[in-house]
Nanobody, 126 residues
Framework: VQLQASGGGLVQAGDSLRLSCAGSGRAFSSHAIGWFRQAPGKEREFVAVISWSGSNTYYADSVKGRFTISRDNAKNMVYLQMNSLKPEDTAVYYC????????????????????WGQGTLVTVSS
C-alpha cells in the first residue's frame, strides 16, 4: 500500500479545505485509514480515522464537528473535509494505514499505523 496526501494550502480562519489521500495497491480498501497532523515543534497527533468499509469513523475532540473523514474505495481515495479552520489547525497533515485489529476508536496511536504518505501543509492565518 502506498499513500499520498494532497490538498493543503494557505487559508484564513473560518475557511474550509479538503485534503485527499490517494492510495495504491489492492490492500488499500482492506485497511482503516487515519489522518494525523504535526505542528512545528509538536508531536504528531491523531485527527481522524475511517474503517475499511467507511461505516465507522472516529475523531479527535479538537476537530469533532468541524472535520469529516470519508472514503471512496472504488477510487482508492480517503478525504478529510475541514471546515471552520482555526490557526491551531496549522500543521503538516499525513494519512496512513491502520495495522491494528481493534475498532476505529482504538486507532489513535501513530505506532499502530504504517505506509505513511508524504504530508501536505495546511496553514491557517488569523
Amino acid at each position: 500500500v502506498q499513500l499520498q496526501a494532497s490538498g493543503g494550502g494557505l487559508v484564513q480562519a473560518g475557511d474550509s479545505l479538503r485534503l485527499s489521500c490517494a492510495g495504491s495497491g489492492r490492500a488499500f480498501s482492506s485497511h482503516a485509514i487515519g489522518w494525523f497532523r504535526q505542528a512545528p515543534g509538536k508531536e504528531r497527533e491523531f485527527v481522524a480515522v475511517i474503517s475499511w468499509s467507511g461505516s465507522n469513523t472516529y475523531y479527535a475532540d479538537s476537530v469533532k464537528g468541524r472535520f469529516t473523514i470519508s472514503r471512496d474505495n472504488a477510487k482508492n481515495m480517503v478525504y478529510l473535509q475541514m471546515n471552520s479552520l482555526k490557526p491551531e489547525d496549522t500543521a503538516v497533515y499525513y494519512c496512513a494505514a491502520y495495522m491494528g485489529l481493534g475498532p476505529v476508536a482504538a486507532a489513535t496511536k501513530s505506532r499502530d499505523y504504517d505506509y505513511w504518505g508524504q504530508g501536505t501543509l495546511v496553514t491557517v492565518s488569523s
